[in-house]
């Protein structure tokens, strides 16, 4: 009933009409032109802009190693809704930031963190999507976690260039739904420029209480970059590369776009572009898009969906509004170096099978039939491609994710891929399969779970062991 009300809230916010002057970002709080529709209510919120998201300032000269800092610590998050109400949610923030400071690197560089705990509690941090070695992973298994009040220096190299993100790997639904979470960009100086790199973090907040985050039914009110519906200028003719990430605990997003041009996923430029009418983006994921606006205003739309059971009955939502400030034509795209390659054919077997369990009512989640951390440890050599099969036996989707390297998915419920598609986040859908195909190139313990952070935390998590050297040696 509260998705329902909140739904139907948001569709009543209608925009305004065309002949209306349009939403610009000096918009002031007593903008006449704003939505008026609810005269007998206190008077809607005025327009606010996509907020812009801060860099992490880059402590070490040397070009090709980037130092930054980041505290962990308490904050109160707030809010104001399109009807003027304001939320307040307390949570955490990486410098005082959610999302937290966007780290910068290019392909090749070594990248430090200096990390303080400013938390009442111990944390870490994980390096979603990048090939880290194994103690520089951020997880609490085979290693302390860093307690309160102290600090811990992450360092690292970034090998494959993509849009990736950080967040807590301990206590992990609380402190990422709380807001610890930042993106991590490793560009390559091969791939063209466009006129405008955006990163659109979407996460979804509970304002009832963040204990409400485990309440699995309920959707979350969305933000854009910590915004609620904000509003984004771009000029006709320009071109954006808009990188998109997922970082809600359990949220999924279903993207309609009036014209969506794909161009990578959570491992950088998918092997060519597509065109597809949506967008599934599960907990943790990451799309690329080449965004080109032209001559109208656009809405950010997502489809109704619920991770029991996929597309759901409901009114469409705007999660932002595109406003296109120096109408003008679309440019033509870029030429993305995009790979061309193939997919993998799959050989048939099977070396790991991985089966999600489990159910609301139970409170009980699975991965092959075992809570973390009492689990069947998997075993691979170094330099072993693995073929995973990976079950889901139940009511709710899970997306299944895999720390230390990249996965190539091979097919989802028996739909092979075309081209080379490579993850490290994938959504199995309800009673669903997907096989996906591996290197074991980095030598560790991984964390191989489930996304939605309630069910990661309850158990469905497992360890997938890469041994320091081949098979026989
Ligand atoms: Cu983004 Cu193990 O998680
Ligand atoms: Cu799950």
Redesign the pocket.
Known sequence: MMILMLLLFWACQDPPPNNEPPLTDSAQPDDPHQDTANTDEEPPRAPIPLPPLTDAPDLDPDEDVVQVELTAAPKTHRFVDVDGTEHVVEGYAYNGLTPGPTIRAKVGDQVIIDVDNNLDQPTTIHWHGVGVPFEMDGVAWMGAPIAAGASFQYAFTVQRPGTFWYHPHFNTNRQVSGGLYGVLIVTDPEEPAPDLDQILVFDDWHFEGLDDHDHLAAEGTWTVNGQIQPFWDLDGGQIVRARVLNASNLGYLDLRLPEIRLLGGDQGLNARLTAPDNVLMAPGDRIELEVRPAQTDFEWINAPYV?QGGAAWGPEASLMRVHVDAPDDAAPGLSWPFSGLRSTEDPGRTDITYV?S?SNESGV?MLNGEVFPDVTIEELSLGDEAILEIRNL?P????FHMHGTRIEILSVNGIAETHQRWEDTINVPTYGTVRVRMIADNPGDWMTH???LP??DGG?MTVLRVHESPEGE
């Open positions: 991770h999600f489990g989640w139940s709710t989707e899970h997306p489930c996304h939605i069910h990661a469905m």
